[in-house]
């Protein structure tokens, strides 16, 4: 997994979640927040045509985000505009 350098202040705060014995990554967030009104309606995780599969930590925010009923998209620039009109009808 790729480690993501932490400024010391986040470090911090995520040592005292580890203390706690929980996992504390900011690695696996997706690409872009698709938002209107100011609300966030979904999440979109940008890949190249011919598709890269979602990594281990987006794999885990994808399944977090089914699991909470949140749009969850990876798309790629060949993505049908079908597939982007069928998600942005999942929004509530």
Do not use: W
Not at 1 to 26: P, S
């Amino acid at each position: 997994m790729k480690r993501v350098r932490l400024v010391n202040e986040e470090k911090m705060v995520g040592d005292k979640f580890r203390a706690r014995g929980f996992e504390a990554d900011k690695c696996g967030y997706p690409d872009f927040q698709i938002i209107r009104d100011g609300e966030i309606l979904g999440f979109v995780e940008a890949k190249p045509n011919g598709g890269d599969k979602l990594k281990p930590e987006q794999e885990r925010f994808a399944r977090f985000c089914r699991k909470h009923g949140i749009p969850f998209l990876m798309a790629t620039p060949g993505t049908s505009d079908d597939v982007i009109d069928e998600f942005i009808s999942s929004f509530r």
